[in-house]
């Protein structure tokens, strides 16, 4: 069971130039969001989604976009890299669950250099 | 809007001894509570998880949380640290299931073990 697969694992931008970070989760979650994770600032939620089709910004939402065409993808795309998007990104997925809020699973990270 | 204190940003502590990690969190309505461990170089993993259940909540590797409504706190706790612990912690609240259980966390602490 392979959980959430980010990729790619590392990746170094120019300013300006643009990318997609892929998830795919194959627990059949219908939640999963985007967080980058930042020295001393914890991980700070960017967009999350609650379906196929429906997506919403999160806390820092500026400077990316996502879209949710299957339960298992949600990428991350940077429109016009910045070096203040440096950072860790993480995607998550979790289930409603049908009382008590769910943990959610990570995967295991992209690190992100823009130069 | 819900928030996550870690007090101390790191901690060091000697093999065997104590581990105690300090959270407080902010939340208008019951709150669900998590920790989340984080190796290096890896995505974070749940320790445990607070659902209303219990006030005392056992989680992996000999953690426990106890979750104090009076004090609005949800420190974690590990009677004798072994060198395996060495990690950074994360606290962390959920929001409501309409916004697909999205997480605030705490800035983390970065645990240290002394041989």
């Known amino acids: 069971n392979a959980g959430v697969t980010q990729t790619p694992k590392f990746q170094v931008l120019k300013t300006g130039q643009s990318m997609t970070l892929q998830c795919a989760q194959d627990?059949?979650?219908?939640?999963m969001s985007w967080y980058r994770q930042d020295p001393g600032m914890g991980l700070r939620l960017i967009h999350y989604?609650?379906?196929?089709?429906?997506?919403d910004q999160g806390e820092v939402p500026n400077g990316y976009n996502v879209s949710r065409s299957t339960t298992e993808d949600f990428p991350l795309r940077l429109l016009s890299a910045a070096p203040s998007q440096t950072s860790v990104y993480f995607c998550a997925s979790s289930s409603p669950g049908t009382g008590a809020r769910t943990e959610a699973f990570f995967g295991q990270g992209t690190r992100l250099t823009v130069v | 809007a819900q928030s996550v204190t870690q007090l101390g940003s790191h901690v060091s502590v000697s093999e065997g001894a104590l581990v105690l990690l300090r959270c407080n969190y902010s939340s208008s309505v019951p709150p669900y509570l998590f920790w989340y461990v984080q190796y290096p170089n890896q995505g974070l993993q749940l320790l445990l998880k607070y659902t209303s259940a219990a006030t005392l909540v056992k989680g992996i590797n000999g953690f426990e949380a106890e979750f104090k409504k009076s004090e609005t706190s949800f420190h974690l706790t590990k009677p004798s640290a072994h060198m395996s612990d060495a990690a950074e912690y994360f606290c962390?609240?959920?929001?409501?299931?309409?916004?697909?259980?999205?997480?605030?966390f705490g800035g983390g602490t970065r645990v240290l073990v002394k041989p």
């Open positions: 962390a609240v959920s929001g409501p299931k309409a916004a697909g259980n999205k997480l605030t």
């Open positions: 627990m059949n979650h219908e939640y």
């Open positions: 989604s609650v379906g196929a089709g429906i997506t």
